[in-house]
């Protein structure tokens, strides 16, 4: 069973085994060393015993060479073994420590051949069209838990994302950035595009019928106040009864041109299209026009009290989002998942689109393997930044273990080649 790690902490690069792993993996480096080590000073016993046992037979002392070939075997396996981790017995011996001595350039042997073996277009892409990506997404995105749980992730990172675009450092960077913009941009064929797109719609006539229903009900209920501005301007030997009459003729001269207006196939509408038609070709086509527009334009939105405006909308509608994301059914989730289920559902049945996805996959493999070199590099320097000390300590939890069967391998294997030998030569000798 493969240990667990814990993630490494910033005093320590390296990942840290978990407690319960790291107590199981000492407990079986422990046992298999004293199992390892008991053998060896088993073999050592039986050696130093057929010894003393006076005038020995073919049997003693075919025991005794296999106990001394046993201990040789067991003491040169365990010197090779010591020696991966660290000095044995402390001595500095040549060729010993070797991973503490050779991590940097273990490191560099790890990223070449994470780089040469692995990061290749005959590993990687294979690979990639073995796992069929895009088929895999749709049927995850297609899973009826799949559409909440993206829903409730952007709906969790919503509020931070707007407490940051609420941040005044934000909108005054962003003021600046619109400032340069709006001071090179050229909002005259914009708004002729508008009028034009307006006006060639049904949807004109609508408007041009509101406008005016708009206009003639303000000009009957402003009657009183439009006679007191022509008696106001008239002359003193004028009769009150003719300004009334002036004033009525204003009133109604305005409240025809507006319902001439509102019928799309009267002179005055033929007449108020085409005199538009003119204004949008004298933006689109007239630099001295357009340049008059523009200037108007980045002046009102210049004005203070239309940032502040547009500075008080966004607040309202960044309060309003906050306000719906607080609620347990809030709208914005709600309408989120809808969307993804749709596209999910689509994507589930396009194969298309699905060997598009495939296609971006390859994409990304081929970038990933142009930087392969630094992918190696990086491998290299993660390795070189290890303590040398905790590394050896980690290995050897991870391997020293199975290692130790190579110790009891080496007694057991060693004791029966001295058996053999022994008895090889007695029967030649």
Known sequence: MSPEYAPASPRNPLPLLTSESDGAARNRLRRNRIVASTLLAGMGGIFVLTRLVPAPGFGTLLIQSGAEAG??????????????????????????????????????????????????????????????????????LAAPSTAPLIADSITAMLPYLIHSLRNPDFHDFVQRILSDQLRQADFAPMIARGFRLLTASDEANALFERISEVASDRLEKNRDQIEKLVA???????????????????????????????????????????ALASTIDDMLDSPEQREKINEGVRRLLA??????????????????????????????RRGLEKPISI???????????????????????????????????????????????????????????????????????????????????????
């Open 71 to 140: 201990m040789v075997g067991g003491i040169a396996d365990w010197f090779a073994v010591t020696a991966l981790f660290r000095h044995p017995l402390g001595l500095p011996v040549p060729h010993t420590a070797i991973i503490p001595n050779n991590k940097d350039r273990i490191g560099r042997t790890i990223g070449h051949f994470i780089e040469r073996n692995f990061l290749t277009r005959d590993v990687l892409l294979p690979k990639l069209r073995q796992m069929r990506v895009g088929a895999r997404f749709a049927a995850w």
């Open 303 to 332: 004005h203070p009290e239309a940032q502040a405006w547009v500075r008080s909308v966004w607040d309202e509608l960044c309060q309003a989002t906050l306000d719906d994301l607080a609620q347990p059914s809030s709208r914005l």
């Open 232 to 274: 106001a301007r008239s002359r003193w030997w004028i009769p009150k009864a003719i300004d009334r009459r002036i004033a009525a003729a204003i009133i109604n001269g305005v409240t025809e041109l507006f319902d001439g207006l509102s019928q799309p196939d009267s002179e005055i509408s033929s007449r108020f299209r085409e």
């Open 343 to 429: 596209v999910a559902e689509a994507l589930a049945t396009d194969t298309v689109m699905q060997r598009h996805i495939d296609e971006v996959m390859e994409h990304l493999a081929d970038s990933v393997i142009a930087w392969r070199s630094e992918i190696g590099s990086f491998f290299a320097e993660v390795v070189r930044n290890w303590d040398t000390a905790t590394l050896s300590d980690r290995l050897e939890l991870v391997v020293g273990s199975d290692l130790q069967y190579i110790r009891m391998n080496g007694t057991i294997v060693g004791a029966c080649a001295g058996c053999l030998i022994f008895t090889v030569a007695w029967l030649f000798s």
